[in-house]
């Protein structure tokens, strides 16, 4: 089973700011099979990138997916009042059919 | 609109049942994959069970094999997970999910879930 771990834990910002989030995995994942959600208290995740760099419909450019291997990033180009949520990373795999990352939270500083 | 509506949580004691209801609407339900993926706080999101577009193929978690059965009525754009012997691990916000997958440009095969239900909640204690 691949085990996908993401930093930091929590990530304090500022509204304008950038934020990058690290999702690794413990062994390589095919680009295609990774995906990032963001989840909001008392909701459901929404996706956000598929793919590891396609952004899903409606999202807006300032989210972005890059990586390969072990090593994927979600970036937020200039953070706004309504990003700050849960970011979760999830991988396909043969068994278990998904696995996910434990989150990073990202919170106003 | 497209969405998903779980029902069908609450408190059942351990060692209890429990059937999930998912309802589709604004999409041919028929032709996608589903799966049931639970939230705790503790273990975070884990994928659950996976059914096929006609049902014919189900997946499941080691946690929940041998208990848990999901099945689908395409004809009344429902999906289920029927969960027996229920455990206490077992609480947990459950959410159906839709399944994405196929070819891109670059003929490389992906998949994710793109439309989320609510969650309904399970609780098992005594």
């Known amino acids: 089973e691949i085990v996908l771990t993401q930093s930091p834990g929590t990530l304090s910002l500022s509204p304008g700011e950038r934020a990058t989030l690290s999702c690794r995995a413990s062994?390589?994942?095919?680009?295609?099979?990774l995906a990032w959600y963001q989840q909001k208290p008392g909701q459901a995740p929404r996706l956000l990138i598929y793919g590891a760099s396609s952004r899903a419909t409606g999202i807006p450019d300032r989210f972005s997916g890059s990586g390969s291997g072990t090593d994927f990033t979600l970036t937020i180009s200039r953070l706004e009042p309504e990003d700050f949520a849960v970011y979760f990373c999830q991988q396909y795999g043969s068994s278990p059919r998904y696995s996910f990352g434990q989150g990073t939270k990202l919170e106003i500083k | 609109e497209v969405q998903l509506v779980e029902s069908g949580g609450g408190l059942v004691q351990p060692g209890g049942s429990l059937r999930l209801s998912c309802a589709a609407s604004g999409f041919t339900f028929s032709s996608y994959e589903i799966n049931w993926v639970r939230q705790t706080p503790g273990k975070g999101l884990e994928w659950v069970s996976y059914?096929?577009?006609?049902?014919?193929?189900?997946y499941y978690a080691d946690s929940v094999k041998g208990r848990f059965t999901i099945s689908r009525d395409n004809a009344k754009n429902s999906l289920y997970l029927q969960m027996n012997s229920l455990r206490a691990e077992d609480t947990a916000v459950y959410y159906c999910a839709r399944e994405r997958n196929g070819y891109n440009q670059d003929y490389s095969y992906y998949y994710y879930m793109d439309v989320w239900g609510k969650g309904t909640t399970v609780t098992v204690s005594s």
């Open positions: 059914i096929s577009s006609s049902g014919g193929t189900r």
């Open positions: 062994q390589s994942v095919s680009s295609s099979y």
